[in-house]
């Protein structure tokens, strides 16, 4: 053993003996060293993040444990993580020697606790430190980590602020002890782009100051290559790949690495069918993978019969001056916004979080009230639309929403969630329901079983295929699909955009398309309109707008794809 090495793990063993008994991480080995960074990549299922709830003592109860995990945490001091319990006696070394960055922050805070009291409570844990000395350094920390007033955010509550800004107090709980080894499980997930870099970045200067190793976890090899010096891949539990960060990145050895590295849409993607994890391990070549879409689906649409036209859309929300007088002031979450979508036509719509995407998607299906402007479908103005028009409006107009599982009933059979709107708008007999939650299911490639299955049965990807189908039951002609692959895995994120691909083929669909990701926007898009602050920015076909775009916005954008 080096001086130089903070974690060992050898022959790692987790399974779960149940009624059927299984291994989710089988033999597993790697070391991560003072002040550099190990990437583990893998697809959801791989393992990567039980391995690391086993490193901070946080796996299942049922998990059985061997192999061997030593945190050597000083020149006279090795801990075996292994050991049961150790993680959880007093003077534990999680917070203080081992810390973690979770994937989702909102879950990780405390909703009903100021976020300066958590870090305070991490500080005054491990540090024998007065409470004025605690709180005078987290506000130091609130600082280090980029926060804006810092002493305002010490006030404030989880809610109260925004992803990124969350994920900002995680990583000064994760650091303000400095730990000798940082885990970050998918911190930057479903953060924009320009977030992402900027915590990226945060991150890598905090761990160069206090020279912490690192375990970063990740499902995007093209984000492991910014900040990894070595990269481990795992596959089902199992170690596919690992070495150097260049050499894994590279000139990858195994298939499945090549295949992460592969599914990821380039500009060269488009107008091909996506390669997923499946065609690499059955062996095929590259060539036989990636065959050319029909015609239609490669060139932008020539139809140029118009399906929706808004004209100088408004949306505004009241800001309240005090308790008692009545506001006369707006935030303008939409500002004089106009476009148009032809049929057959996809329109992707990016920017970041709390430009306005989600605000103007749910106005357009009637979920938000419109203050002033025009939204023209079929020549029918939605705007001032009543409920009984919009009945009529909603089997021509779906979404496909973010989280396909906060947006599926999770007492309702998946039969039951595609069947209620083809019952609620006639769209079938009741004797051919059935029938047709089979032929929708075929439609999204999801088996005849899953009728009888619950939200959580499902994956992921599954999940947001049920979405799919419930959108499609009721024959729209307009899907607006907001973030729909924003969390996915790069190989189930390929699937999807497949699928949407096929989908549109097959039933002369017409997209509007939504997302932060300009490399998926570009792939699936004709055409790309950028908003920023309610506004749109800059519109063009999706080439020009990637390759060469006007707006300093557009280009902040680009700039920050990994």
Known sequence: MTNDIILE???????????????????????VKKGKTLAVVGESGSGKSLTSLALMGLQPKTAELSGTMLLHAGSDKTIDL????????????????????????????????KVGKQLQEAITIHQHISKA???????????????????????RYPHQLSGGQKQRIMIAIAMCNHPQLLIADEPTTALDVTVQQEIMHLMHYLQQEHQSAMIFITHDLALAATIADEVLVMYKGEAMEYGTAQQVLNKPAHPYTKALLACRPKPESKGYVLPIVADFLDGKTLEEKIPVLSESAILPSTIATGLLNVKDLNIWFPEPNNFLSKSNSYFKAVDNVSFYINKGETLGLVGESGCGKSTLSKALIGLLPVKSGNILFDNKDLAISSLQEWRSVRTKVQMIFQDPYSSLDPRMTIGDTIKEPLA?????????????????????????????????????????????????????????????????????????????KELQNEFALTYLFISHDLG???????????????????????????NNPAN????????AMP
Request: one cysteine or more; hydrophobic letters at 45%.
């Open 9 to 31: 793990v050898n022959g790692l063993h987790i399974t779960f003996n149940g009624v059927q008994p299984f291994t989710a991480v089988n033999n597993l080995s790697f070391t």
């Open 82 to 113: 292994s050991i049961s319990g150790i993680l959880n006696s007093k003077g534990t070394p999680r917070g203080q020697f081992i810390s973690m960055v979770f994937q989702e922050p909102m879950s990780a805070l405390n909703p009903v606790m």
């Open 133 to 155: 000395e605690a709180k005078q350094l987290t506000i130091k920390w609130l600082e280090k980590v980029q926060l804006p007033d810092p002493e305002k955010i010490y006030d």
């Open 424 to 500: 609620i708008h006639n769209i079938v007999s009741k004797n051919e329901l059935d029938k047709e939650v089979i032929r929708l299911l075929n439609v999204v490639q999801l088996p005849a079983t899953a009728v009888n299955k619950y939200p959580h049965e499902f994956s992921g990807g599954q999940r947001q295929r049920i979405g799919i189908a419930r959108a499609l039951s009721v024959r729209p002609e307009l899907l607006i699909c907001d973030e729909s692959v924003s969390a996915l895995d790069v190989s189930i994120q390929a699937q999807i955009l497949n699928l949407l």
């Open 520 to 546: 998926v926007v570009h792939y699936i898009s004709d055409r790309v309109m950028v908003m920023q602050k309610g506004k749109i920015v800059e519109t063009g076909d999706a080439l020009q707008v990637l």
């Open 552 to 559: 300093d916005y557009t280009k902040k954008l680009i700039a």
